[in-house]
């Protein structure tokens, strides 16, 4: 894999440069003053690899047209099935009826909470006037797939004084699926607008450049940040970080099938004593994929939902599936690549709002 270098007078300007080419999210496989003999002037460099395509994202790609495709013939037919769910609405009701289904399997949302919906719309539009029925389409639209999307704010962690135990968060979830941006993100939030002292554990050591990408985050942010490779070290990070307000964990990722590298991460979470435990799930994997991931992980015992990449996602209806799946709700949203400002809390109206988009225009 070739990689490209930053060189520049100070370190933060060689890591900007290299957010500025390739994105806030780019492995950062070494960070610091200029290797001797590399030919380059005197300074700092920052050492990329840019990401490459991958074959998650394409499938999810062909999903995505797959649904899209699948959406346009049955649009047709939805008509005739909602046209008795209509009722005075009059002819209108049904093709705005199947446009919206249309749109809702577009974005895989699982077919039972496709026909509940439409039932709630359908409900809504009867006896509605010509010139309004589009918007209330959309808002009763909107108003059901909502409700469809458990929340919970994560818990805002405070100054704690001289005394006490931090407060500890670890995020888990399969590999590829942004944890590390998203501790980055939740952390310069903590630190920098709530002036928290925030320590970093980096448990996932052995990926390559891993723990430097942390250590550059952390270095940004001016908070301290530990390795760690097993339960062990984890727990001796955790001793050395005691006097921070909130310490925030970033385990290895691992792939939903590896039950016995996921119980790994189970035992690191339980040896850290996790006061919360975020799943962190993207809405670039298909339906499949994000069930399989729910599943699996629920040995991690999660208590929140991290939805992660929704700015890439052709399929956000998927991600409703997964959470609800869980049974355990969503805390934040991702939405690009900036530290730390693509990060929301997590809405389920925005979110529905997001996924039902102009389905009725």
């Known amino acids: ?166 407060w500890v968060v670890a995020l888990a979830g399969p590999t590829g699926v942004g944890k590390t941006t998203t501790l980055a993100k939740v952390a310069a939030g903590w630190r920098m607008q709530r002036g928290l002292r925030v320590g970093l554990i980096a448990a996932d050591a052995f990926r390559v450049g891993a723990f430097e990408q942390l250590r550059t985050y952390a270095r940004i942010i001016d908070a301290p940040v530990r390795a760690a490779d097993g339960r062990a070290s984890a727990l001796s990070a955790l001793e050395a970080l005691a006097e921070c307000d909130v310490v925030l964990v970033d385990t290895p990722g691992r792939g939903h099938r590896d039950a016995a590298r996921i119980a790994e991460v189970a035992d690191l979470v339980e040896a850290v004593r996790a006061d919360e435990t975020h799943l962190v799930l993207p809405g670039t994997a298909g339906a499949q994929a994000l069930e399989e991931a729910s599943t699996a992980f629920a040995r991690v015992r999660p208590t929140r939902v991290v939805l992660s990449k929704l700015d890439e996602s052709e399929g956000l209806g998927a991600l409703v599936g997964a959470v609800r799946l869980g049974g355990i709700p969503a805390s934040w949203f991702t939405t690009g690549q900036e530290v730390p400002d693509d990060l929301e809390r997590a809405d389920a109206r925005a979110f529905a709002e997001r996924l039902v988009g102009g389905a009725g225009a």
Do not use: N
């Open 1 to 166: 894999m070739s990689r490209v270098r930053y060189v520049a007078d100070t370190l933060e300007e060689a890591v900007a440069a290299a957010h500025r080419g390739h994105g806030a999210s780019v492995r950062i496989v070494r960070a610091g003053r200029c290797a001797p003999g590399s030919g380059a002037r005197s300074g700092f460099e920052a050492v990329v690899e840019p990401p490459v395509p991958c074959l998650r994202a394409r499938r999810a790609a062909r999903e995505a047209l797959a649904r899209a495709v699948v959406a346009a013939r049955i649009a047709a037919d939805e008509a005739g099935r909602t046209a008795s769910a209509a009722g005075a609405a009059g002819a209108a009701a049904p093709a705005v009826l199947a446009r919206l289904g249309a749109r809702l399997r577009a974005q895989a949302l699982p077919e039972p909470l496709v026909i509940h919906v439409l039932d709630r719309v359908a409900s809504e539009v009867r006896g509605a006037d010509l010139e309004e029925i589009e918007a209330v389409m959309r808002a009763a639209a909107v108003g059901a797939v909502a409700s469809l999307l458990p929340t919970s704010a994560a818990h805002e962690p405070f100054r704690r004084g001289a005394a006490g135990r931090p």
